[in-house]
């Protein structure tokens, strides 16, 4: 007897724990810890400028971005534009255009609706520019898909290194005479040391003869110039 009343208790036992399993698995499961839950959905309202420019030129392939593409909205005829049921958090707002460039703009939305935004800045995050808010996303130029022909000009020919290579060399032959006194022999000498010092070669040809030669023309012609105004002078009479 009492080990049917022991059988009859563990089936008892069990049948209870069976109706309980089958009432938890019928029951919907609530919502999870960090899920979010179906609470109210906001609006994102803006307006797309470009100044200059008439705006049904750009709008029909223009899109709104809102979080990458988790949202996508579309511009008005005017402009403006409402990305509809988004619910409260942080989200990057973007204006695609194959035309224009926009910045984008960081949208926070509270619990109770309340909208923030301020500008993106992804080399300086810390730094927080406050916008209005509708949103006046105002285009910061067009895009530029090519890069400038290079036009040709002097000065590129004249700063180019071999260019200068072969100029400055002749400018200092020509320009050194005039402004160093070629009739001081002591400057000609130390001149002429420090080219030799410059030509180890015996091979090469010197260039203390060649300094000496030109300076000697140049010596030659002034004092033949000075020859030619004393005999030019007027005689008197």
């Given amino acids: 007897m009492q080990q049917m009343k022991r059988l009859l208790d563990v089936y008892l036992a069990l049948q209870a724990l069976f109706a309980l399993s089958w009432c938890f698995s019928d029951a919907e499961p609530g919502p999870v810890a960090g899920s979010q839950s179906n ?4 609006k994102i309202e803006g307006r797309a400028i470009v100044p200059g420019v008439k705006t049904q030129d750009w709008i029909s392939t223009a899109r709104i971005l809102v979080e990458g593409e988790e949202y996508v909205g579309f511009l008005k005829t005017d402009g403006s534009f409402a990305v509809n049921d988004v619910p409260s958090g942080s989200y990057v707002v973007e204006i695609v255009s194959p035309s224009f460039r926009f910045d984008p703009v960081r949208v926070d939305i509270t619990s109770k609706g309340k909208m ?24 910061s130029g067009p895009h530029t898909y ?11 020919f004249l700063m180019n290194p071999m260019v200068m290579m072969m100029v400055l060399p002749l400018l200092i032959i020509v320009l050194l005479p005039k402004v160093v006194n070629t009739n001081d022999p002591e400057m000609r000498k130390e001149m ?28 030659s012609k002034s004092s033949g110039g000075n020859k030619g105004s004393r005999s030019v002078a007027p005689k008197r009479r």
């Fill in 192 to 219: 002429e040391q420090s080219m030799n010092m410059l030509n180890p070669n015996p091979e090469l040809p010197d260039v203390s003869e060649f300094m000496t030669k030109l300076f000697s023309k140049g010596s």
């Fill in 39 to 42: 609470g109210d959905r906001f």
């Fill in 116 to 139: 923030r935004a301020r500008l993106v800045n992804y080399i300086k995050t810390s730094e927080v520019i406050r916008q209005s808010y509708p949103l006046q996303i105002r285009s």
């Fill in 146 to 156: 090519f890069m400038k022909r290079e036009t040709w000009g002097w000065t590129d």
